[in-house]
């Protein structure tokens, strides 16, 4: 009985061989919602794949993730392919994964959106990082490929507009799985190799796997360290890459890259053609106003008889010394008949008698002072009244309980009217 007995790893096996025979099982497309996703320093990712009602162990081998373009996360609804088979140290089937695809999604602009949204919140789109386009650049460097419209139409638009401008290609893949490596190696080539004023990078229109490699983090990476201006002017008006977020100025084509990157020589002419004229009518405005202040100065009599000149200043000496004459004339006059008359008066007859009458009459003035001197009444035996610092002279003035200081001869008393 005991031979009917197998062990586990038996029945393992044998459930593998099982499902590893099935047709239907070798390439498996399955819809569901990612969960517990988890990546391994290995490269490999695990999984599951989830519906209303059941769940699916999943794992992807580091050879088919390295080609995802997006970062798997819990809750994306995913489409897989893949197969199904039993991992036999754990006795359990699981999904083994090959491809995945957002559902409704492709993983291109899953990539894309994901890239995106990183580098922004990285700070690489930051207007403060974009640095001016010079106007006027000798030497314009070109990172694209070598052949097609895209070369062929910024070397046209430069040379019409701005032919003293010196054009220097750097030929370089631009689509493809080594079309990333190869911009980003011709890139640091003209930037640390060429003195360049500005970079174009691009290429012409085509799908988003076309223009996959300007979605690239390592192109993104280069442009932010590079020290030369970048244009990015990567397919038509309509596309859009990250470099062309990273870049220091988008072209919506490789036209209007060669457009913003140089300036129009004939408009540069047409300024400086209007403003040579108007610096012409300026000049011109101020030499005919000049010369005709010039000639209505010329016209002056003055001009004309230079020797009126001298008669209407001699005209105002002579005015101006006969005033002198009349002034000085008065004011000798008023001098003598003021020294006559203070000759003519007592002061110089009898001066002591003058000294006289007037120290009589300050005597007199200090007899009527000492009179009044409240002093002196005092000292003859009066006294004086006050109350709040006033003299008071009728006993009406006081009502009862004011206080009085009395001043006597020989000091002060403090009292209270009872």
């Given at each position: 009985?005991?031979?009917?007995?197998?062990?586990?790893?038996?029945?393992?096996?044998?459930?593998?061989?099982?499902?590893?025979?099935d047709p239907n099982l070798r390439e498996v497309y399955v819809r569901g919602e990612i969960s517990n996703f988890r990546r391994y320093p290995s490269g490999h990712c695990y999984f599951s794949l989830n519906d209303k009602d059941s769940v699916l162990p999943a794992v992807m081998f580091r050879g088919s993730?390295?080609?995802?373009?997006?970062?798997?996360?819990?809750?994306?609804?995913?489409?897989?392919?893949?197969?199904?088979?039993?991992?036999?140290?754990?006795?359990r089937y699981q999904f083994y994964a090959e491809k995945l695809t957002e559902d409704g999604l492709g993983e291109l602009y899953i990539a894309f959106e994901q890239l995106k949204k990183e580098l922004k919140a990285a700070g690489y789109f930051d207007e403060s990082l974009k640095k001016p386009i010079p106007k006027f650049p000798k030497r314009v460097g070109v990172v694209t490929a070598s052949t097609g419209a895209a070369i062929r139409d910024i070397v046209t638009t430069i040379k019409r507009r701005w032919p003293l401008c010196e054009i220097i290609l750097f030929p370089s893949l631009v689509q493809g799985d080594m079309a990333a490596?190869?911009?980003?190696?011709?890139?640091?080539?003209?930037?640390?190799?060429?003195?360049?004023?500005t970079l174009i990078v691009g290429r012409g229109g085509g799908s988003i796997e076309d223009?996959?490699?300007?979605?690239?983090?390592?192109?993104?990476?280069?442009?932010?360290?590079?020290?030369?201006?970048?244009?990015?002017?990567?397919g038509h008006e309509i596309?859009?890459?990250?470099?062309?977020?990273?870049?220091?100025?988008?072209?919506?084509?490789?036209?209007?890259?060669?457009?913003?990157?140089?300036?129009?020589?004939?408009e540069i002419r047409s300024n400086l053609d209007n403003l040579n004229s108007r610096a012409n009518n300026v000049v011109v405005k101020q030499l005919n106003g000049n010369l005709e202040r010039f000639n209505r100065i010329k016209e002056r009599?003055?001009?004309?008889?230079?020797?009126?000149?001298?008669?209407?200043?001699?005209?105002?000496?002579?005015?101006?010394?006969r005033r002198l004459d009349s002034s000085s004339?008065?004011?000798?006059?008023?001098?003598?008949?003021?020294?006559?008359?203070?000759?003519?008066?007592?002061?110089?007859?009898?001066?002591?008698?003058?000294?006289?009458?007037k120290r009589i009459r300050v005597d007199a003035y200090i007899g009527k002072l000492e009179v009044l001197n409240p002093l002196l009444t005092i000292k003859?035996?009066?006294?004086?009244?006050?109350?709040?610092g006033k003299v008071v002279s009728l006993a009406k003035d006081l009502k009862k309980d004011d206080e009085l200081e009395v001043e006597f001869k020989d000091g002060k008393v403090n009292t209270i009217v009872l």
């Open positions: 009985m005991e031979d009917q007995y197998i062990s586990v790893s038996q029945l393992t096996d044998y459930i593998k061989r099982i499902i590893g025979r993730a390295q080609y995802l373009k997006f970062e798997p996360e819990d809750g994306m609804k995913v489409l897989a392919r893949g197969k199904v088979d039993v991992y036999n140290p754990q006795g490596h190869n911009i980003v190696r011709q890139m640091f080539k003209a930037d640390t190799q060429f003195d360049l004023d223009l996959w490699a300007f979605n690239e983090r390592i192109v993104a990476e280069a442009i932010r360290q590079c020290e030369t201006p970048v244009i990015s002017a990567v596309d859009t890459t990250i470099s062309d977020y990273v870049a220091d100025l988008r072209a919506a084509t490789p036209t209007a890259a060669a457009e913003l990157a140089v300036p129009d020589i004939n009599s003055l001009f004309r008889n230079p020797y009126e000149i001298h008669d209407r200043k001699a005209m105002d000496l002579d005015h101006i010394k004339k008065g004011m000798i006059h008023s001098y003598q008949m003021t020294m006559s008359r203070i000759k003519s008066s007592n002061v110089f007859k009898d001066p002591e008698s003058i000294i006289e009458k003859r035996g009066y006294a004086v009244a006050r109350t709040g």
